[in-house]
């Protein structure tokens, strides 16, 4: 009985019916909870502001852009917005004053979030969110680029109809609402779809191809991982229960968070209810592997049976077991739930190796959730490694233990250490005077 009450409460149109019914109070929680579904904190917020206030730089291939005021401020934020304003600028990209938003803004995605649900959010940003007297900044993008009337022809080849999303004849309730989410508010594609040279995502769904979800280029220096099922560089050899203790605390007994993913886990996925966690981790592994003849990780202890006997003669191996293996493990096993699992792991075989790197040279920061409250901190070791150090030791993780992934030079480091971009404050690499060190740390 419980099972069949949970898919009556969280299956697509129920909600829809549900936020139709709602009122007051229950519409702006209900509408709290899809603000957190969206993650939209993440971009409407700048480094240390206040929530909703905008002014968080982001870097486009045409120039940095801000992102905007959302509170409900009728000076700066959206206080002068009626429903009708507010739905055309998040599912239409359409602002008040006429003009088109920046795709940055992923009204592609936000195109198939229901009407109900959009007046919850629209009641909670008016309602349950405080005004800040917060000015926007303008984007730093030189002319002609600047322009905003091109943008409106963008949207009108690239951006889709705007539909309330329904689920399709006979699919499962719970998978419809796992790709609602994912296809809708969570704008899963808008990191992890490749884009085309005009940088509208390849696809906007599985039906538009297997490119959808496939992974992306790097973003700010991390690359966003095939969410599909393939069984290398994807989650092929994930459980739906792996991916859901994934999505709610940000690790599971085979990895953990690291990167611009961290952000999402804490502001987003760890509030999500179990039965939403479950949809989508449900979707997403419906989702068939792009590349059907990636075969099934094996795992070959060669290696790790040399390091037991003392044999670090591998290229890399030293500088693995010196910086790495304490926590890690000499055969790539990690520590369950608390340092990841490099052996058989999708992120360090995938072929593009600008994360694996990034994190040796920066370190990161697994946060603490409400499902899992310990924050573990991985150092950076940018100041104790050199590029063919850290070349060394990258390529020995992915090619030991079953691993399989291209080899990558001293050159490739060079490019992520010294990319402002990726590393814009040389501290971010650590250092060896406990002073700088604490610096660091604040």
Known sequence: MKKILSVLVFGVFSMSALAQEM?????????????????????????????FAGGLPMATPIGTIYSTNITPDKRNGIGEYSFEDFDQAVRHGVAKNGSTLYPAMPYPSYAVVTEPDMRALYAYFMQ??????????????????????????????????????KPAQGEDPVL?????????LGHCGACHTPRSITMQEKALNN??????????????????????GDNKDGLGSWSEKDLTEFLRTGR??????????????????QYLTPEDATAIARYLKSLPAKDKDQPAFKEDKTVANALWKGDDSKKGAAVYVDNCAACHRTDGSGYTRFFPELRGNPVVMTDDATSLIHVVLTGNTLPGVKGAPSSITMPAFGWRLNDQQ?????????????????EITAKDVAKVREDKDIIPDPKLLGSPEIEKLQVTQQ
């Open 23 to 51: 009122s007051g109070a229950d519409l702006i929680k209900r509408g709290e909870y899809l603000a957190r579904a969206g993650d939209c904190v993440a971009c409407h917020t700048s480094k240390g502001g206040t929530p």
């Open 128 to 165: 349950g969110v405080k005004p800040v007297d917060q000015a926007n900044k303008d984007s730093d993008i030189p002319w002609p680029l600047s322009m905003r009337w091109p943008l409106s022809i963008w949207r009108g080849m690239f951006a889709p109809d705007v539909q309330d999303f």
């Open 176 to 184: 419809a609402r796992g790709r609602y989410l994912v296809e809708g």
């Open 207 to 228: 039906a538009e191809g297997d490119v959808y979800l496939s992974g992306s280029a790097p973003i700010d220096g991390w690359i966003a991982s095939n969410l599909r």
């Open 252 to 269: 599971n007994d085979r990895t953990a968070v690291f990167g611009g993913m961290t952000d999402v886990v804490e502001h987003s996925l």
């Open 390 to 406: 850290v070349a060394d030791v990258v390529n020995f993780i992915r090619t030991s233990w079953g691993n399989k992934a291209p």
